[in-house]
């Protein structure tokens, strides 16, 4: 199973979803990695004589919290997702919400080992290799490595052989699904609703508009956006 995480409308890049395999050894090595750091906390709170509070601020919180928080500081990937050069998106490519984290995470408790590794169930049956948390948080985990295919035609990016040089770097910080409101606005020329447009982009994102005209800086930062999607390749 794969998903595409750029349109074909721009830069179409289908990345393979994490195999439960490759999923269950980053699981293994976060566990190593608590397991070690509770180890370790343990001992150096039973050297200090702490109290039940100490424990809870030392050991207990950062293992609860340990998932949530590397996902959500760490674009998607905790250490064994990165051992394993594995991240978790949204379905579209998208870098999840905070609230989607978060859902996830909660939903572990029902997905892991609590409740007979009815996550990994889940994972066996489900195309996409995802868990419970993954199909109500509409987060998939993929690999990062080897890009299967990258489909750009040489007419519609050739600008990008001749040194471009991107003038917007906020581009890089729209979704798929913005960028497709500008295609689809751009399209139907009406002027007063590409003037709209591009105003609410330039608000949203900070941006000072350097175009002459609105459809000018609209083609610009769709322009700018393709860049950045190629250089992440």
Known sequence: ?????????????????ASVGDRMLAQLVDWIVLLAYGTFMTWLLIENNAGFNAAMLLLFMPIMLYTLLMEVLNRGQSLGKMALRLRVVKLDGTPPT??????????????????????????????????????????????????????????????????????YPQAADLSLEQVEVIRRTLTMNQPQRTEQLAQKVCQKFGIDLQETSPTLFLQRIVRDYQFYALEDV
């Open 98 to 167: 905070l609230g989607s984290y978060l859902l996830r995470w909660l939903l572990w408790i029902i997905d892991g080992p609590t409740f007979s590794f009815l996550g990994l169930i889940v994972m066996i049956v489900n195309r996409s290799n995802q868990r419970l948390g993954d199909l109500a948080a509409g987060t998939v985990v993929i690999k990062l490595q080897d890009y299967k295919k990258i489909q750009v035609s040489l007419d519609d990016y050739e600008y990008l052989t001749r040194g471009y040089s991107p003038r």
């Open 1 to 17: 199973m794969e998903t595409g995480v750029v349109t074909s409308q721009y830069v179409h890049i289908e990345q393979p979803t």
